[in-house]
């Protein structure tokens, strides 16, 4: 019995000796588990397209484009505590706007590699938020805001790429050689 009350003693000792955790520690834990973000730079320089832009290439039709404008936009004017809700419905509306038809503008591989671009950005913002690393989702956001910008730009260089007529600047038709005909490098 003498035994059994020691080893009782013993464990009880072990136990009652753990350091107990200060009110302010509890607290500093609390405030480590709250998402804060900053202002990242890209989110206050957002590229605007111009009405005249929107309405020469017909964006006012692609809704899907449109949904996912205002979704960028909202997400950079966005609320800490809500962070998760809108990344994730970021998400949905950048894959319904892959998968839906592309205006003929824009139906180009270099404009879908660029939402995609911006789609992997949502993933890691999401993949950070939800695991509380503040520093890397600001970062992330920042890059985000850096691709969409990016998208946008490129869909500006495009419009005014189709505008700009072969026979315009002389050259006529263009000239293509196939390498496997001639090479490169032959004496012919």
């Not at 996912?68 to 809700?85: H, Q, R, V, Y």
């Not at 690393?133 to 600001?138: A, D, E, F, P, Y």
């Amino acid at each position: 019995m003498l035994r059994y009350f020691c080893i009782v003693l013993v464990i009880g000792c072990f136990f009652s000796c753990q350091e107990k955790k200060s009110d302010s520690q509890q607290t500093a834990d609390k405030m480590q588990e709250k998402l804060t973000i900053d202002a990242p730079d890209n989110a206050t320089q957002l590229t605007q397209l111009t009405s005249e832009f929107i309405e020469e290439n017909n964006i006012n039709q692609w809704t899907q484009f449109k949904k996912f404008k205002d979704a960028m936009e909202d997400i950079s004017k966005l609320n800490p505590a809500g962070i998760m809700t809108f990344i994730s419905e970021l998400y949905k509306t950048t894959s319904s706007l892959l998968k839906s038809p592309f205006p003929e503008e824009f139906d180009k591989l270099a404009i879908y590699s660029r939402i995609k671009v911006v789609q992997t950005q949502i993933i890691k913002c999401h993949f950070y938020a939800s695991n509380k690393q503040n520093k890397k989702l600001n970062q992330s956001l920042d890059e985000l805001y850096l691709e969409y910008n990016i998208l946008l730009k490129r869909m500006i260089s495009m419009s005014e790429d189709n505008k700009i007529q072969l026979d315009s600047l002389g050259v006529g038709q263009p000239n293509f050689e196939d390498s496997k005909i001639i090479p490169a490098f032959s004496r012919k």
